[in-house]
Protein backbone atom coordinates (compact mmCIF):
# COMPACT_ATOMS: atom_id res chain seq x y z
CA UNK A 1 0.00 0.00 0.00
CA UNK A 2 1.90 3.02 -0.96
CA UNK A 3 1.20 6.16 0.92
CA UNK A 4 1.30 9.62 -0.89
CA UNK A 5 3.68 12.32 -0.33
CA UNK A 6 2.95 14.67 1.64
CA UNK A 7 3.53 18.42 1.34
CA UNK A 8 5.57 20.61 3.71
CA UNK A 9 7.11 23.92 3.05
CA UNK A 10 10.10 24.72 5.07
CA UNK A 11 12.01 28.33 5.92
CA UNK A 12 15.27 28.60 6.51
CA UNK A 13 15.93 31.98 8.21
CA UNK A 14 18.91 33.54 9.82
CA UNK A 15 21.84 36.49 9.44
CA UNK A 16 23.64 36.94 5.95
CA UNK A 17 26.97 34.51 5.27
CA UNK A 18 25.80 31.68 7.87
CA UNK A 19 25.32 28.87 5.39
CA UNK A 20 22.17 28.50 4.57
CA UNK A 21 22.01 28.39 0.73
CA UNK A 22 24.75 26.11 1.56
CA UNK A 23 23.01 23.58 3.78
CA UNK A 24 19.86 24.03 1.50
CA UNK A 25 21.62 23.11 -2.12
CA UNK A 26 23.86 20.19 -0.14
CA UNK A 27 20.76 18.57 0.67
CA UNK A 28 18.61 19.14 -2.67
CA UNK A 29 21.99 18.85 -5.00
CA UNK A 30 24.38 17.50 -3.21
CA UNK A 31 27.01 19.84 -3.82
CA UNK A 32 28.62 22.33 -1.60
CA UNK A 33 28.62 26.07 -2.89
CA UNK A 34 31.90 27.46 -1.23
CA UNK A 35 31.71 30.77 -3.21
CA UNK A 36 29.32 33.48 -1.58
CA UNK A 37 26.49 35.46 -3.38
CA UNK A 38 23.78 36.93 -1.36
CA UNK A 39 20.26 35.22 -1.77
CA UNK A 40 17.49 37.71 -2.04
CA UNK A 41 14.83 34.68 -2.05
CA UNK A 42 14.80 30.96 -3.72
CA UNK A 43 12.72 28.20 -3.51
CA UNK A 44 14.34 24.47 -3.73
CA UNK A 45 12.20 21.55 -4.04
CA UNK A 46 12.90 18.08 -2.67
CA UNK A 47 11.08 14.72 -2.40
CA UNK A 48 12.21 13.18 0.79
CA UNK A 49 11.78 10.14 2.83
CA UNK A 50 11.82 10.44 6.61
CA UNK A 51 10.35 7.72 9.24
CA UNK A 52 8.64 6.14 6.42
CA UNK A 53 6.63 8.65 4.76
CA UNK A 54 7.51 10.59 1.54
CA UNK A 55 7.38 14.02 1.95
CA UNK A 56 7.45 17.04 -1.11
CA UNK A 57 9.80 19.38 0.76
CA UNK A 58 9.67 23.06 -0.68
CA UNK A 59 12.49 24.67 1.11
CA UNK A 60 12.15 28.40 0.92
CA UNK A 61 16.11 29.72 1.42
CA UNK A 62 15.59 33.10 2.31
CA UNK A 63 17.82 36.92 2.35
CA UNK A 64 20.15 37.11 5.26
CA UNK A 65 18.00 38.94 8.15
CA UNK A 66 19.48 41.51 10.76
CA UNK A 67 18.02 42.33 13.69
CA UNK A 68 15.92 45.52 11.79
CA UNK A 69 14.93 42.85 9.38
CA UNK A 70 10.85 43.72 8.57
CA UNK A 71 9.96 40.22 8.04
CA UNK A 72 7.22 39.93 5.19
CA UNK A 73 4.12 38.34 5.39
CA UNK A 74 4.81 35.34 3.34
CA UNK A 75 7.27 34.30 5.95
CA UNK A 76 4.23 33.28 8.60
CA UNK A 77 1.54 31.77 5.58
CA UNK A 78 1.58 28.40 4.94
CA UNK A 79 4.96 27.83 6.05
CA UNK A 80 4.79 23.84 7.96
CA UNK A 81 8.38 24.77 9.91
CA UNK A 82 11.74 26.56 10.30
CA UNK A 83 15.04 26.58 10.18
CA UNK A 84 17.02 29.21 12.20
CA UNK A 85 20.90 29.19 10.89
CA UNK A 86 23.68 30.90 12.82
CA UNK A 87 27.59 30.39 12.26
CA UNK A 88 29.49 29.04 15.00
CA UNK A 89 32.14 31.66 13.92
CA UNK A 90 29.80 34.72 14.03
CA UNK A 91 28.88 36.35 17.46
CA UNK A 92 26.54 38.64 15.46
CA UNK A 93 24.81 35.69 14.02
CA UNK A 94 23.98 34.24 17.04
CA UNK A 95 22.72 37.05 18.51
CA UNK A 96 20.43 37.61 15.19
CA UNK A 97 19.32 33.65 15.54
CA UNK A 98 17.81 34.88 18.50
CA UNK A 99 16.22 38.28 17.63
CA UNK A 100 14.36 35.88 13.97
CA UNK A 101 13.29 33.68 16.50
CA UNK A 102 11.46 36.66 18.85
CA UNK A 103 10.05 38.31 16.10
CA UNK A 104 8.71 34.69 14.60
CA UNK A 105 6.95 33.75 18.01
CA UNK A 106 5.65 37.49 18.40
CA UNK A 107 3.72 36.89 15.16
CA UNK A 108 3.17 33.11 15.07
CA UNK A 109 2.28 33.31 19.44
CA UNK A 110 3.88 30.66 21.61
CA UNK A 111 2.16 27.74 19.94
CA UNK A 112 2.48 26.54 15.90
CA UNK A 113 5.88 27.33 15.78
CA UNK A 114 7.73 24.08 14.64
CA UNK A 115 11.71 25.40 14.63
CA UNK A 116 15.17 24.02 15.24
CA UNK A 117 18.11 25.73 15.64
CA UNK A 118 21.20 24.90 13.75
CA UNK A 119 24.88 26.20 14.36
CA UNK A 120 26.59 25.71 10.71
CA UNK A 121 30.03 25.08 10.07
CA UNK A 122 31.12 23.30 12.52
CA UNK A 123 33.95 22.27 10.57
CA UNK A 124 35.18 25.96 11.59
CA UNK A 125 36.88 24.68 14.88
CA UNK A 126 39.82 27.09 14.89
CA UNK A 127 37.40 30.02 14.06
CA UNK A 128 34.71 29.12 16.27
CA UNK A 129 33.01 31.35 18.87
CA UNK A 130 30.16 30.15 20.22
CA UNK A 131 30.01 26.79 21.77
CA UNK A 132 28.02 23.81 21.40
CA UNK A 133 26.45 24.66 25.26
CA UNK A 134 25.51 27.99 24.28
CA UNK A 135 23.60 26.89 21.05
CA UNK A 136 22.13 24.19 23.20
CA UNK A 137 20.83 26.31 25.43
CA UNK A 138 19.32 28.73 23.47
CA UNK A 139 17.12 26.35 21.81
CA UNK A 140 16.41 24.62 25.05
CA UNK A 141 15.35 28.14 26.39
CA UNK A 142 12.73 28.17 22.74
CA UNK A 143 12.34 24.59 24.09
CA UNK A 144 13.15 23.71 20.19
CA UNK A 145 15.72 20.74 19.07
CA UNK A 146 19.50 21.90 18.43
CA UNK A 147 22.46 20.59 16.19
CA UNK A 148 25.28 21.47 14.69
CA UNK A 149 26.13 20.97 10.93
CA UNK A 150 28.62 21.62 8.23
CA UNK A 151 27.45 21.60 4.62
CA UNK A 152 31.16 21.33 3.89
CA UNK A 153 32.58 18.76 6.41
CA UNK A 154 30.47 14.96 6.33
CA UNK A 155 27.44 16.41 4.56
CA UNK A 156 25.33 13.72 3.69
CA UNK A 157 24.67 12.62 7.36
CA UNK A 158 24.77 16.60 8.93
CA UNK A 159 22.69 18.37 6.27
CA UNK A 160 20.35 15.08 6.14
CA UNK A 161 19.98 15.49 10.15
CA UNK A 162 19.13 19.04 9.83
CA UNK A 163 15.95 18.10 7.47
CA UNK A 164 15.70 14.89 9.67
CA UNK A 165 14.82 17.24 12.78
CA UNK A 166 12.71 19.72 11.61
CA UNK A 167 10.49 17.48 10.07
CA UNK A 168 10.16 15.55 13.12
CA UNK A 169 9.52 18.64 14.80
CA UNK A 170 6.77 19.36 12.53
CA UNK A 171 5.10 15.68 12.57
CA UNK A 172 4.58 15.73 16.24
CA UNK A 173 3.40 19.12 16.38
CA UNK A 174 0.03 17.98 13.76
CA UNK A 175 0.04 14.98 15.60
CA UNK A 176 -0.77 17.44 18.84
CA UNK A 177 2.88 16.89 20.06
CA UNK A 178 2.87 12.91 20.21
CA UNK A 179 5.85 11.33 19.05
CA UNK A 180 5.73 8.76 16.70
CA UNK A 181 8.18 6.02 18.06
CA UNK A 182 8.95 5.07 14.04
CA UNK A 183 10.14 8.70 13.00
CA UNK A 184 12.02 9.02 16.25
CA UNK A 185 15.51 11.15 15.01
CA UNK A 186 17.95 10.48 17.47
CA UNK A 187 21.18 12.98 18.06
Excluded at 24 to 33: A, L, P, R, S
Excluded at 170 to 187: A, D, F, R, Y
Aim: proline share 3%; charged share 25%.
Amino acid sequence: MATHAKERKILFMGFRSVGKSSLIIQFVENQFVDNYEPTIENTFQKTFKSGGQDFNLQVVDTAGQDEYSIMPQSYFMNINGYVIVYSVNSEKSFKVAQNVYDKLRDMKGELGVPVILVGNKKDLRMERVISFEEGKKMADSWKAPFLEASAKENPVHSVREVFEKIIHVITTQENGGVQNKSSCVLS
